[in-house]
């Protein structure tokens, strides 16, 4: 290689392109003749984007713009060289002479060459320096007048003896490099002249385009030497170093991956630069952080043997950050227990009663935890489960709790969850592992002395291929096992037995057996309408007057208001839909406070009409006619209990019986009992038997879109039918639950409490029960007792005599 016919390889233009694919001699090319000639002082000039061309440089040029073709196959067409000037402002698309330096290099078109696409592409060398004098008008493309620079003598010392030290450097520099070729070494040592290896040696350095151009504009033989000289010697020192540290880590890693080589090398050159230090001080923080955890002696000893491998990982390791999150996670836990506060069992009545109505089960099941826990500090926490419909104050009452005994609240939704690991976390071999929900929520407390309510237990997902979340529940709820929980991103066992757990559930029907027998059950009935009155006129009016921005002055509900919402335009077990029309009526108010009409607004019965509209419920006892075949069933729902109508209609036919309201296999086989019972009665009930094998009976349950499923409706359809066969009405005031056997016996049934509570909101007097429901008396509030009366049925003619009316 020369400087006469090779250079660096890369192709320059205004426009990057492919290489010339056909050629075509410098005479074939073809432009457009200018009438005008060009003057013998004057160079045609194309402007290049990023690439110096040094004398002595033979480069392709890749003619993209309009005008640089134009200007190249006029310089071809006439003979003559060009100009090759670099732009100092890359971006400009068509550059002016402002746009330009003006020194460049005069350039000899050797082969003009036309690619099949229609590019255009050039194979110049560069001949001589020049700077331009004027820039001249009148043709398409740039013409300029100039001047060339002469090369001054080189029999001075000082410039061979540069130019040898230079050689020198430059062949250092290419046995520093990887892979370069013999012929590159001996092209540089063949080339004569200090000007000429100046310029080869500047052609081939890879350094910026404007520190070329400095190179170029140098004209002054010597300080170009010097020049060029600094940055080889700075060249030469960067190669050194990168040298000396690929040596060094390919000793101490000898055999390793890329990766890892690539991540010695990143920390050698931190050693280098003095950044090392940083991750020394970040290990002794941990090293601290661990000693003031007040771990357990095989969690401390677990956490220094993780902290020694963090120590020995380089900080660029993809591990580093999972090791040093883990550790952070140890840290922060709550190890060392804390101090009790002093248990006050009086003040904790306070609060219990102060934030709840009623509910003196579950107030007196908490006052005696606290009381056994005055006198045995070290026994384990109780695992109480509220079962309730919604609304009636499940979770406020762990809230209550909480302040009750003086304990931080942390609260866990368990509905939806269908994976293990929300309970017991992520191994730490998966990206993003996290402890589960209640290591996570321990953290966030900072305390292993807390109440902790699990909510919705009753709405985990069912165990898949993600694990079975409710037997991971298992070890947490047994205070056998929870005092060594061991979460599967810790890997070390944690004391869960000082943290009092609540769960709540609607129902207890969806959770498993095993889980429900770790559990304390407690009920939560729904509420009379006096304990809503209550509620309301204690808690929910002040909330929503306060969210409403209202002042009690400024907005009074009277009482009679208050039932007749409760009565007229809610039907619910809890309150949630109590305070939703409550806070109307409040912004209601408040909208007329705030346009000023008014500073006082009492809120009396007649004033609910415009406010909530009309009335949304009816005692459903006025949707029933005197028609005989209707009976008033009571049914529980997970919201609660609710009265349902039993209808029976009698048609010819033969005999069969049609089912509808899309009732379940149990109640349909109720209702066949029901009828086999009647069919066998006939006689008594005074009914022709080869009548009903001459008749069709259809039995429909009202609310067809809704599911109903269970024993408990069999007497309602044995009374249904009776009073249908018979033609005696059931009396309106009466509602009956029981399942009934074909001896003719009413058994006991469940949801007392909630059967009851309906039928007294909807209106009803009388409830007829099985006798062996007696003992669930007492569980039913007093107010219902008071206000209703009880029949009590051993058999089916029990509930014939209470029900029907009087014969005609």
């Known amino acids: ?431 993003g592992a996290l402890p589960g929900n209640i290591i996570q929520n321990l953290r966030k407390v900072g305390t292993r002395n807390c109440v902790m309510m699990l909510d919705e237990v009753d709405k985990l997902g069912a165990g898949g291929f993600h694990g079975d979340p409710a037997s991971a529940l298992l070890e947490v709820l047994d205070p056998e096992q929870n005092s060594s929980f061991r979460d599967n991103y810790l890997a070390v066992p944690f004391d869960l037995s000082g943290v009092m757990f609540i769960c709540t559930a609607n129902v207890l029907d969806t959770i498993p057996g095993p889980l429900r027998d770790r559990m304390e059950i407690i009920t939560l009935p729904g509420y009379t309408a006096q304990e809503k009155l209550q509620i309301a006129r204690r808690y929910l009016v002040p909330r929503r007057l306060e969210a409403a921005g209202l002042a009690a002055s400024q907005c009074e509900i009277d009482v009679d208001a208050l039932m007749k919402i409760i009565d007229e335009y809610t039907r619910e077990a809890g309150v949630r839909n109590l305070e939703r029309e409550i806070g109307n009526v409040c912004r209601s108010v408040a909208v007329r406070v705030a346009e000023g009409s008014a500073q006082h607004f009492k809120i009396g019965p007649d004033d609910l009409a415009p406010i909530l509209g009309p009335r949304k419920f009816e005692a459903e006892v006025a949707m029933r006619s005197s028609v005989p075949g209707v009976a008033t069933g009571l049914a529980w729902t997970p919201v609660g209990g609710d009265i349902l109508f039993v209808e029976a209609a009698r048609m010819p036919g033969s005999g069969r019986l049609i089912l509808t309201g899309q009732l379940g296999e149990v109640m349909k086989e109720s209702a066949q009992a029901a009828l086999s019972l009647a069919k066998a009665r006939s006689a008594e009930l005074g009914i022709a038997a080869e009548s009903l094998e001459k008749s069709d009976i259809h039995i429909h349950v009202p609310a067809g879109a809704t599911p109903k499923d269970g024993p408990s409706a069999g007497v309602a359809i044995f009374v249904a039918l009776a009073s249908l066969l018979t033609n005696r009405p059931v009396r309106s005031d009466v509602a009956m639950t029981g399942e009934i056997s074909l001896r003719g016996l009413v058994l006991p049934i469940g949801g007392v409490k909630e059967k009851v509570l309906a039928a007294l909101r909807a209106g009803i007097t009388t409830v007829m029960l099985p006798e062996r429901n007696r003992r669930d008396l007492e569980e039913i509030p007093a107010e219902a007792r008071e206000k209703l009366s009880f029949d009590w049925m051993e058999r089916v003619d029990d509930a014939i005599a209470a029900a029907l009316s009087p014969k005609a």
């Open 1 to 431: 290689m020369t400087p006469e016919n090779h250079s660096p390889v890369d192709p320059v233009t205004a426009d990057a392109a492919s290489p010339a694919t056909t050629a075509t001699k410098p005479a074939a090319a073809r432009s457009e003749t200018t009438t005008r000639p060009i003057p013998e002082d004057a160079l045609i000039i194309v402007a290049v984007r990023n690439v110096v061309l040094f004398p002595g440089m033979v480069f392709p040029l890749t003619v993209a713009r309009a005008r640089s073709t134009a200007a190249a196959q006029e310089a071809v067409r006439l003979q003559r060289p060009l100009g090759i000037v670099l732009q100092n402002q890359p971006d400009v698309e068509e550059p002016g002479p402002n746009d330009l330096h003006w020194v460049g290099t005069g350039a000899e078109v050797l082969r003009y060459i036309t690619a099949p696409d229609g590019s255009h592409h050039a194979i110049c060398r560069g001949t001589k320096r020049f700077r331009v004098l004027q820039f001249l008008e009148g043709w398409p493309f740039l013409v300029a007048r100039v001047q060339y620079i002469e090369e001054a003598p080189e029999n001075d010392a000082d410039i061979e003896g540069r130019a040898l030290n230079l050689r020198e450097r430059a062949v250092e520099i290419l046995q520093l490099l990887p892979q370069v070729p013999e012929e590159v070494v001996t092209a540089l040592q063949g080339v004569q002249g200090a000007a000429r290896l100046a310029d080869f040696i500047a052609g081939l350095m890879d350094v910026p385009a404007e520190e070329k151009q400095a190179l170029l504009e140098t004209f002054d033989l010597k300080a170009r030497l010097d020049k060029l000289l600094e940055l080889l010697k700075h060249r030469i020192e960067v190669l050194k170093v990168s040298r000396d540290i690929d040596q060094r880590t390919r000793e101490s890693i000898e055999g390793s991956n890329r990766k890892h080589l690539l991540r010695e090398q990143m920390r050698q050159i931190q050693k280098e630069l003095g950044e090392g230090d940083e991750n020394v001080a970040e290990i002794a923080e941990l090293e601290k952080a661990i000693t003031d955890a007040h771990m357990p002696e095989e969690v401390e000893k677990h956490a220094r043997k993780e902290l020694k491998r963090l120590e020995r990982m380089p900080e660029a390791a993809g591990e580093y950050s999972m090791v040093r999150t883990y550790l952070e996670w140890l840290i922060e836990l709550p190890w060392a227990p804390d101090p009790q506060p002093p248990i006050d069992i009086a003040e904790a009545r306070r609060i219990l009663d102060e934030d709840h109505y009623g509910l003196d089960k579950i107030k007196r099941r908490i006052l005696e935890y606290l009381a056994v826990r005055k006198l045995n500090p070290t026994g384990k926490s109780p695992i109480l489960c509220f079962v309730g419909p919604p609304g009636v104050g499940k979770t406020s009452l762990g809230q209550s709790i909480a302040k009750a005994t003086g304990r931080k609240f942390a609260r866990v939704s368990l509905g939806g969850v269908h994976d293990e690991a929300e309970i017991r976390g992520h191994r730490r071999t998966y990206i």
